[in-house]
């Protein structure tokens, strides 16, 4: 897993699990209806950008940009949730049919309005009986508003990205 605090060494691994497992088991009504929407990643060469607000009063956007090569259009989604008291959210933008056929040769997801906790990157995301298959940590890097792929390391592989976010602190 990554998280923006730069440890890659598994040492916070405990941590991050237990978090997704409280994310994971909370009651449906702790978490705001989630809003899926579809969106085509074009190949081509060209930068591309596809973002989403959500929230009270679209308190948080989460943003994906990228560039591919190859084939044609696939229809991704992105899906955003906040929790009920809207204090963090979540941004998942993948491939609904698993595994893309695209070649990636840039992507970043950034957040506005909140902080990443959590963010991860996939090669392959789960379809049918398959399970999410996630990047090596040295093809991309998280910071505190975004996860992006990592020049000259990234293989150029992206199914699927998941974040989750807490509100940005705001100074007196």
Not at 105 to 127: L, N, W
Request: aromatic content about 12%; some cysteine.
């Amino acid at each position: 897993m990554a998280a923006p605090s730069g440890r890659r060494d598994g040492g916070g691994a405990g941590w991050w699990a237990a978090l997704l497992l409280v994310v994971a088991l909370r009651p449906a009504e702790a978490v705001s209806e989630p809003m899926t929407v579809a969106f085509d990643v074009r190949p081509g060469g060209v930068v591309h950008s596809f973002s989403q607000n959500v929230g009270p009063g679209d308190k948080y956007t989460c943003m994906f940009t990228y560039a591919s090569q190859g084939g044609t259009n696939e229809q991704w989604q992105m899906s955003l949730g906040t929790s009920e008291d809207h204090q963090h959210f979540t941004c998942t933008i993948w491939r609904p049919q698993g595994k893309s056929y695209l070649y990636f040769t840039q992507f970043k997801a950034e957040v506005r309005g909140a902080e990443i906790e959590y963010a991860m990157a996939y090669s392959k995301a789960a379809f049918e009986r398959e399970s999410d298959i996630p990047l090596k940590n040295e093809e991309f890097e998280v910071t505190k508003t975004a996860v992006a792929h990592k020049p000259g390391a990234f293989k150029a592989e992206l199914s699927k990205l998941v974040i989750v976010a807490k509100a940005a602190r705001s100074e007196l």
